[in-house]
């Protein structure tokens, strides 16, 4: 059975940083697409960042394309979130979802696995 377990949230100041981690377990994750989203109160689960397991193929929606980076370390069945020049508006709980296949989806009905998410929140 698939298990993600997403740690690192926290409060930071506007412009500051913080890294989001992904622990998986119970499979081989070299067939599976993660995806990172989020979700503010009263909106919907967001797309913010994805990664091909095998190659390392990234995506990223333009909302934060240049400030996110997501990575994953095989060795420790660990995807990550790298967030720069955090913004106020990056205030949500963050998710780490996963599933398997080739195509990176942003919906999140495409994704079979979910952790149980990590608060982020963005002071002004």
């Known amino acids: 059975q698939v298990q993600l377990v997403e740690s690192g949230g926290g409060l930071v100041q506007a412009g500051g940083s913080l890294r989001l981690s992904c622990a998986a377990s119970?499979?081989?994750?070299?067939?599976?697409?993660m995806g990172w989203f989020r979700q503010a109160p009263g909106k919907e689960r967001e797309f913010v960042a994805g990664?091909?397991?095998?190659?390392?193929?990234?995506y990223y929606p333009d909302s934060v394309k240049g400030r996110f980076t997501i990575s994953r370390d095989s060795a420790k069945n660990t995807v990550y979130l790298q967030m720069n020049s955090l913004k106020p508006e990056d205030t949500a709980v963050y998710y780490c979802?996963?599933?398997?296949?080739?195509?990176?989806?942003?919906?999140?009905?495409?994704?079979?696995?979910w952790g149980q998410g990590t608060q982020v929140t963005v002071s002004s």
């Open positions: 979802g996963g599933r398997r296949g080739t195509a990176v989806l942003m919906s999140p009905s495409g994704y079979d696995y």
């Open positions: 119970g499979r081989t994750f070299s067939s599976y697409i």
């Open positions: 990664i091909r397991w095998s190659g390392g193929s990234t």
